[in-house]
C-alpha cells in the first residue's frame, strides 16, 4: 500500500474529536463548532442559520454533523440554505469531520458545522 501525505493549502483540518470536543491544529475546540477554511468558530447548533448563510460567497456545501448518531435535517434549516444556493449534507459528527477533510484537501470550498458527540 502507498500513502500519501496530504496538504491542505491556507485551510485548516479537523485533527480529532472526543466528548465535547474538537481537536483543530493541536488545540481542543468544546461546544459545537464551525469550520469554513482559517479556523474553528463557535457555532449556535441547528438553529443558527445566519451563521451558516453568512458562508454564501465562500463554500458550495456545508456538511452537518448531528454529534454520535445521524438524525433528520430540520427542514427550516436545509430550506433556508438550498435557497441561498448552499449545498447541505447532514451526517454523524465523525463521518462529517471526515467527509470536511477529504475534500478540504482537494481544495474544494466546504465547510462543516458540528455538534459534539
Known amino acids: 500500500m502507498e500513502f500519501n501525505e496530504i496538504t ?3 485551510a485548516v483540518p479537523v485533527d ?3 466528548p465535547g470536543f474538537f481537536r483543530v491544529a493541536g488545540e ?10 482559517a479556523g474553528p468558530i463557535a457555532w449556535g ?3 443558527d442559520t445566519e451563521t451558516l448563510l453568512a458562508l454564501r460567497s465562500q463554500v458550495d456545501v456545508v456538511f452537518i454533523g448531528f454529534g454520535a448518531e445521524i ?3 430540520p427542514a427550516t434549516l436545509r430550506a433556508a440554505l438550498e ?5 447541505v449534507e ?3 459528527s465523525p ?3 471526515r467527509t470536511y477533510n477529504v475534500l478540504l484537501s482537494e481544495g474544494r470550498r466546504v465547510a462543516l458545522a458540528v455538534l459534539p458527540v
Request: proline letters at 6%; glycine letters at 22%.
Open 83 to 87: 435557497a441561498a444556493e448552499i449545498g
Open 8 to 10: 491542505f493549502r491556507d
Open 45 to 47: 447548533g441547528l438553529d
Open 90 to 92: 447532514g451526517m454523524s
Open 16 to 18: 480529532g474529536y472526543g
Open 28 to 37: 481542543v475546540f468544546e461546544g459545537p463548532m464551525l469550520m469554513a477554511g
Open 71 to 73: 438524525r433528520p435535517m
Open 95 to 97: 463521518s462529517a469531520c
